[in-house]
């Protein structure tokens, strides 16, 4: 499967290219989720009023548009989100999920910016980010704690820069 980290492997001459391997790799090691793209849909104009405006995203799967994203940037702060994420419902179960989040993660990255939870998220988000803690992609700054029927609130952050246990490793281009 061809990737944006993926395609960078013969010059793993950045940080952030180095990074965005490590956690492609970290949660996909044998690229065997589906591949999916995720396209700026530029058709809905973004609302005047938020600070900081969620853009929506079409989430495309052999050329079929199977779901949305809503994603936030704060440049400032170097940080990018999704604000929402919705899969229709003939695509669920088929790690369209994942390879939605390995995507976002991975091309925030490339551009130099971490990737973290919402402020508040649903039971199923909440899992997959428990999930990237597991796998050491993503740390908790802020456990989850229940918000609500099926909601959570908490914080947890990919960061766009290398660990330094992954950045040691040989095939990463680390130490030898």
Same mark, same amino acid.
């Given at each position: 499967?061809?990737?944006?980290?993926?395609?960078?492997?013969?010059?793993?001459?950045?940080?952030?290219?180095?990074?965005?391997?490590?956690?492609?790799?970290?949660?996909?090691?044998?690229?065997?989720?589906? @591949?999916?793209?995720?396209?700026? *849909?530029?058709?809905? %104009?973004?609302?005047?009023? !938020?600070?900081?405006?969620? #853009?929506?995203?079409?989430?495309?799967?052999?050329?079929?548009?199977?779901?949305?994203?809503?994603?936030?940037?704060?440049?400032?702060?170097?940080?990018?989100?999704?604000?929402?994420?919705?899969?229709?419902?003939?695509?669920?179960?088929?790690?369209?999920?994942?390879?939605?989040?390995?995507?976002?993660?991975?091309?925030?990255?490339?551009? @130099?910016?971490?990737?973290?939870? *919402?402020?508040?998220? %649903?039971?199923?988000?909440? !899992?997959?980010?428990?999930? #990237?803690?597991?796998?050491?992609?993503?740390?908790?700054?802020?456990?989850?704690?229940?918000?609500?029927?099926?909601?959570?609130?908490?914080?947890?952050?990919?960061?766009?820069?290398?660990?330094?246990?992954?950045?040691?490793?040989?095939?990463?281009?680390?130490?030898?």
């Amino acid at each position: 499967m061809s990737s944006i980290a993926e395609s960078k492997l013969t010059s793993l001459d950045t940080s952030y290219q180095r990074r965005a391997y490590e956690v492609e790799r970290a949660i996909d090691p044998k690229y065997s989720p589906p @591949g999916v793209v995720i396209v700026r *849909d530029t058709s809905e %104009k973004p609302a005047e009023v !938020e600070i900081i405006p969620a #853009l929506k995203h079409l989430i495309l799967f052999g050329g079929n548009v199977v779901g949305f994203c809503n994603v936030k940037t704060n440049y400032y702060t170097e940080e990018r989100w999704f604000n929402g994420i919705r899969l229709d419902d003939d695509y669920r179960n088929q790690g369209l999920g994942i390879a939605t989040y390995k995507e976002a993660i991975v091309a925030a990255i490339m551009q @130099g910016l971490s990737f973290r939870t *919402d402020e508040m998220l %649903k039971a199923s988000a909440k !899992e997959r980010w428990e999930k #990237l803690a597991a796998i050491g992609v993503a740390r908790a700054i802020r456990e989850f704690e229940p918000a609500g029927p099926d909601w959570f609130r908490g914080y947890y952050k990919v960061e766009a820069t290398p660990s330094k246990e992954m950045s040691s490793d040989p095939i990463i281009g680390g130490a030898n």
